[in-house]
């Protein structure tokens, strides 16, 4: 599993004094004002920064860091994507899971058929969609609901799914 977790991406400035609009890949937008710090990947890099306030615009978290206390400062960030420590995530209900420790994990029909892995994940509002893609990149959409997703197994890296009729 992966140590690090893809929280956001900073979208754009906000204001004159360095604040930074971010666009949250979070399900609880309001879990920033539990964090002192994060890390902007730049270049394959984590920078650690101090979070001096956290507060929401339309959806969207504004973020003030220290050190950052100018839009030309802040403007350097923008396009980048902040992550924080997986022991700073907050605990999941049983049955969900983190979207970055789901994708890569092997796809099998209920008769033990691989059918590819998972290539992405995207929320339709309704529920999750799997993106599952073969060896010859051809891919599979499925739904993330009880019916298809019957087991997942992070330590053997699977995933079992019924296919129900129309889904291939």
């Given at each position: 599993?992966?140590?690090?977790?893809?929280?956001?991406?900073?979208?754009?400035?906000?204001?004159?004094?360095?604040?930074?609009?971010?666009?949250p890949f979070?399900?609880?937008?309001?879990?920033?004002?539990?964090?002192?710090?994060?890390?902007?990947?730049?270049?394959?890099?984590?920078?650690?920064?101090?979070?001096?306030?956290?507060?929401?615009?339309?959806?969207?978290?504004?973020?003030?860091?220290?050190?950052?206390?100018?839009?030309?400062?802040?403007?350097?960030?923008?396009?980048?994507?902040?992550?924080?420590?997986?022991?700073?995530?907050?605990?999941?209900p049983k049955?969900?899971?983190?979207?970055?420790?789901?994708?890569?994990?092997?796809?099998?029909?209920?008769?033990s058929n691989?059918?590819?892995?998972?290539?992405?994940?995207?929320?339709?509002?309704?529920?999750?969609?799997?993106?599952?893609?073969?060896?010859?990149?051809?891919?599979?959409?499925?739904?993330?609901?009880?019916?298809?997703?019957?087991?997942?197994?992070?330590?053997?890296?699977?995933?079992?799914?019924?296919?129900?009729?129309?889904?291939?």
């Amino acid at each position: 599993m992966l140590q690090y977790l893809e929280i956001g991406q900073i979208v754009n400035t906000f204001g004159i004094k360095g604040e930074l609009k971010i666009n949250p890949f979070t399900d609880d937008i309001n879990r920033f004002d539990e964090l002192k710090s994060i890390f902007v990947v730049k270049n394959k890099e984590l920078i650690p920064y101090e979070i001096e306030t956290v507060r929401y615009h339309k959806n969207m978290v504004i973020l003030k860091l220290k050190g950052i206390n100018s839009m030309n400062e802040a403007e350097k960030l923008k396009g980048l994507y902040i992550k924080i420590d997986r022991k700073y995530a907050k605990k999941l209900p049983k049955g969900t899971y983190f979207i970055a420790d789901l994708i890569g994990l092997e796809v099998y029909d209920e008769n033990s058929n691989l059918l590819g892995s998972i290539d992405d994940i995207y929320n339709t509002g309704a529920n999750d969609i799997y993106v599952v893609k073969n060896n010859l990149g051809k891919q599979i959409l499925l739904p993330g609901i009880p019916q298809v997703i019957k087991k997942v197994d992070l330590e053997n890296k699977k995933i079992v799914v019924h296919l129900l009729n129309g889904l291939i």
